[in-house]
């Protein structure tokens, strides 16, 4: 049974940080290429960041140079350091594994992220 757990959400302040954790299970973790994505309210998913399995990583426009996903194989977690936030930044933010040979992909969760004071 595939499982993605994320974890690292909550409420921050304008111009703080947090940092979210997806820790797969029932996976061959490195196999797979890993993204966050976020979902707004009204507002269509959206890819964040991803990371393939040669740690080549891809972001956001919006989230260039504030945000940074990492990778653990060992500990089969990806991670999303997320820096200066902005209002506009807060959704739920969802975990994603795919696979690219079989096109197979599977989702956590989600976590919410708020921003406000």
């Known amino acids: 049974q595939v499982q993605l757990v994320e974890s690292g959400g909550g409420l921050v302040q304008p111009g703080g940080s947090l940092r979210l954790s997806c820790a797969a299970s029932?996976?061959?973790?490195?196999?797979?290429?890993m993204g966050w994505y976020r979902q707004a309210p009204g507002r269509q998913r959206e890819l964040v960041a991803r990371?393939?399995?040669?740690?080549?990583?891809n972001y956001a426009d919006s989230v260039k140079d504030r945000f940074s996903i990492s990778r653990d194989n060992a500990k089969n977690t990806v991670y999303l350091q997320m820096n200066s936030l902005k209002p506009e930044d807060m959704a739920v933010y969802y975990c994603?594994?795919?696979?690219?040979?079989?096109?197979?992909?599977?989702w956590g969760q989600g976590t919410q992220v708020t921003v406000s004071s």
């Open positions: 029932g996976i061959i973790f490195s196999d797979y290429v």
């Open positions: 990371i393939d399995i040669l740690d080549t990583r």
């Open positions: 994603n594994a795919f696979w690219s040979i079989i096109r197979r992909d599977y």
